[in-house]
């Protein structure tokens, strides 16, 4: 059975100079509800976005979130049509599978790693 884990994405409020960070907050209780390590619920004012661990694992070892881009430039999503995590080639989502994992690797997120979507003209 896969582990049930999320991480979140923290944009910082007003886009000052401190840079946005991903961070692994542990979960009690409602999923919305974040809690530093010592039960206190974490007050922040910017942005989060929540991402689902795959249960897959890159060549690398390196867990496998959704919003991940794995080489080369294919991001990792949820598609509700077919019930499984998938990556867009352009044409139509394609279901992920653990060897075809194992074979790839994580080389951003979507979050800090816009950059790698953009298509050259």
């Given at each position: 059975?896969?582990?049930?884990?999320?991480?979140?994405?923290?944009?910082?409020?007003?886009?000052?100079?401190?840079?946005?960070?991903?961070?692994?907050?542990?979960?009690?209780?409602?999923?919305n509800?974040?809690?530093?390590?010592?039960?206190?619920?974490?007050?922040?004012?910017?942005?989060?976005?929540?991402?689902?661990?795959?249960?897959?694992?890159?060549?690398n070892?390196?867990?496998?979130?959704?919003?991940?881009?794995?080489?080369?430039?294919?991001?990792?999503?949820?598609?509700?049509?077919?019930?499984?995590?998938?990556?867009?080639?352009?044409?139509?989502?394609?279901?992920?599978?653990?060897d075809?994992?194992?074979?790839?690797?994580?080389?951003?997120?979507?979050?800090?790693?816009?950059?790698?979507?953009?298509?050259?003209?």
């Open positions: 059975m896969r582990k049930i884990k999320f991480r979140e994405w923290l944009e910082e409020p007003d886009y000052s100079d401190i840079p946005s960070r991903m961070v692994s907050p542990r979960f009690q209780g409602e999923i509800k974040v809690f530093d390590l010592n039960g206190k619920q974490l007050q922040y004012q910017g942005t989060s976005y929540y991402m689902q661990f795959t249960g897959f694992y890159d060549k070892g390196q867990e496998v979130y959704e919003g991940d881009i794995l080489f080369p430039n294919l991001v990792v999503e949820w598609n509700d049509e077919l019930g499984s995590w998938t990556y867009n080639s352009g044409t139509s989502p394609t279901q992920l599978s653990s075809w994992v194992k074979a790839s690797e994580v080389i951003g997120n979507v979050y800090e790693n816009s950059e790698l979507l953009e298509v050259e003209k």
